[in-house]
């Protein structure tokens, strides 16, 4: 018979010296107004959701609706995307996808690699402790969140 130790993390390759974190929140409300995120071609108009004092830097986040009419699609951050590193301007930026109704956008997501709420805040991004990434349902809905460093 198995014991504990033979379902440790760290006989798959995932433990040892760099674990991986994982933080979740939820349920929470979107933001009440739009705000308008980049994308490779244009601007499109989402509402969002804003998670603050983070303990680490993820680099994966699912969003999901769990309450609300549509046909809301998880939403999915991987800083594998495009690998651009984190800069204090944040210039870098990875993709993140959102979308509804049959539709996804890809969802330019500015890596900054400081802490905090960066001064310029008018696109989706990742700081070493914090995240604001765009949603598609507004209203009385609410979501939950997971956020990894893998």
Known sequence: MPTLD???????????????KFASGGPIAPSASNRNFAMDSGNVGLVFLQVTD???RPNRII???INGAGSNVNSIYNFLS????????GTGYNFYTTGS???????????????GIPSITSNAYITA???LLPVTAGGAVQYVWE???I
């Open 6 to 20: 033979n379902f440790s993390l760290g006989n798959y390759g995932l433990g040892g010296s760099s674990p991986i």
């Open 54 to 56: 983070l303990p680490f």
């Open 63 to 65: 969003i999901r609706l």
């Open 82 to 89: 495009r690998s651009a590193a984190p800069t204090q301007e």
């Open 101 to 115: 109704g049959g539709s996804s956008w890809p969802i330019r997501v500015y890596e900054y690699s400081t802490g």
């Open 129 to 131: 402790d914090s995240f």
């Open 147 to 149: 956020a990894f460093l």
